[in-house]
T-cell receptor, first 109, second 115 residues
């Protein structure tokens, strides 16, 4: 299973941008990069995904390195509600889906 | 929201008793997963299913069994619960879409305490 590496924790201030990194040096050509987040006492929820090009949606942006060995989830203006654990995972069709420990994001008021 | 229902949502049981957690989906997705989550360990895959009666082990399958007799239901059984199985259990579903990758949908979790 392709693995990802994320920092254990990050901290930012409200209304500032947040850049959450993920390393996936063993990514294969057909792996999609997915991001999920988990709010306290809830199941994880989908945030965004991409293959090669940068992606934007209403929640966040995903910047993918040209060699695809790393990616960055960008929250443009963090709010207190963005405090969560963020998971980066590689997905290729149907497979055994293994999550890492994720990054715990703290937002300071 | 994806139609995923976990039951029971909360359960306290005694050591040595059998426990079954149920995951029910209304999305007709092919793939279903059971994860456990403990402090400091993130999400760990227990078992997963890629079709009716087709299941496989995950990272932490010891002490757990699963069954999937219908597309919509994926059961996780602790044959003889132990205190180390006290955890939050999450069910997830996904549908293989080769041109965009799977999006995974999670249930709300089942809190199990073994005393």
């Amino acid at each position: 299973d392709a693995k990802t590496t994320q920092p254990n924790s990050m901290e930012s201030n409200e209304e500032e941008p947040v850049h959450l990194p993920c390393n996936h040096s063993t990514i294969s050509g057909t792996d999609y990069i997915h991001w999920y987040r988990q709010l306290p006492s809830q199941g994880p929820e989908y945030v965004i995904h991409g293959l090669t090009s940068n992606v934007n949606n209403r929640m966040a942006s995903l910047a993918i390195a040209e060699d695809r060995k790393s990616s960055t989830l960008i929250l443009h203006r963090a709010t207190l509600r963005d405090a969560a654990v963020y998971y980066c995972i590689l997905i290729q069709g149907a497979q055994k889906l293994v999550f890492g420990q994720g990054t715990r994001l703290t937002i300071n008021p | 929201d994806a139609g995923i229902t976990q039951s029971p949502r909360h359960k306290v049981t005694e050591t040595g008793t059998p426990v079954t957690l149920r995951c029910h989906q209304t999305e007709n997705h092919r793939y279903m997963y059971w994860y456990r989550q403990d402090p400091g360990h993130g999400l760990r895959l227990i078992h997963y299913s890629y079709g009716v009666k087709d299941t496989d082990k995950g990272e932490v399958s010891d002490g757990y069994s699963v069954s999937r007799s219908k597309t919509e239901d994926f059961l996780l059984t602790l044959e003889s619960a132990t205190s180390s199985q006290t955890s939050v259990y999450f069910c997830a579903i996904s549908e293989a879409r080769g041109n965009s990758g799977n999006t995974i949908y999670f249930g709300e979790g089942s809190w199990l305490t073994v005393v």
